[in-house]
């Protein structure tokens, strides 16, 4: 599923990254606690998370996420923002709770980080 | 790289979260370029991230070194800080001395030290409490 398809989805905005919301998600993963995240995350997935502070990019960065989705309408700071451009990492917000949002993702196919083979 | 080894040397300040992972991202660019493969670059990440974000949480300050040699890339982590008691502890997964501000984070759930361990072929840690910690992570390249 591509980030403009989980846009979609998600009735989410861009706040930035526009330019690659082509690329293509592997599978997902919700998670509002890092380490966990850098433990069980493959490449090519898409983060939707709580929290929106800078530990979320540089987990992102080092873990090769394909994007971010904040939950719940929650919105990271524009210091936060602009680290994500220097990084490539693309930032959506939705207004559906974590629960949800990872549900819709779900049924329109995007599977989970344990359900994809090793890249 | 023609069988010589390259070293790069990180200095880390415990508290500072403003420019925490930075270290970790200069290193992941570093193998970019070299060429190492996107497989074993995303695991020396992973691990060097966490192990940087421990000295920033626990320590006062310490260096990161990575080494990239021909068939493997090697991370020590050293710091002066307050050392770990229990290792054994440590190493369990959910077991964790960090504060509730770190845990905000998305950081402090215990699973810094087993994180490395699953990431890297190769694992060694030395502690002392009062003192610091030195880690040692190695990465095969196949």
């Known amino acids: 599923m591509t980030l403009a398809e989980i846009l979609a989805t998600l009735k ?46 540089r987990t992102a960065e080092v873990s090769d996420l394909v994007g971010i989705v904040f939950v719940r309408g929650k919105k990271p700071g524009q210091d936060v923002i602009d680290l994500a451009k220097i990084k490539g990492i693309p930032l959506l917000s939705t207004s559906y709770p974590m629960y949800e949002a990872c549900g819709f993702l779900y049924v329109h196919g995007l599977r989970g980080c344990s359900q994809v083979g090793d890249q | 790289m023609n069988g010589r080894e390259i070293t790069y040397e990180y200095p880390l300040t415990g508290a500072d979260f403003e420019t925490a992972g930075e270290a970790s991202s200069k290193i ?48 020590i982590v050293e710091d002066e800080g307050p050392g770990i008691a229990d290792v054994d502890l440590a190493l369990k997964e959910g077991y964790s001395t960090a504060p509730d501000h770190i845990r905000e984070m998305g950081f402090g759930a215990g699973m810094g030290l087993p994180n490395m361990v699953k990431c890297s072929d190769e694992f060694a840690i030395e502690t002392e409490v009062g003192k610091g910690t030195r880690i040692r992570l190695g990465f095969r390249h196949q």
């Open chain 1, 12 to 57: 989410a905005e861009v706040l930035c990254g526009r330019e690659w919301l082509d690329r293509e998600a592997a599978a997902a993963c919700g998670a509002d606690l890092m380490s966990d995240v850098l433990a069980f995350t493959k490449e090519r997935t898409v983060l939707l998370t709580g929290l929106t502070n800078a530990q979320v990019i």
């Open chain 2, 28 to 75: 992941k660019r570093l193998l970019q370029q070299l060429g190492i493969r996107p497989e074993v670059v995303r695991r020396v990440a992973i691990g060097c991230y966490e192990a940087e974000m421990n000295v920033i949480i626990h320590a006062w300050r310490g260096v990161m070194r990575v080494t990239v040699y021909s068939d493997r890339t090697e991370v």
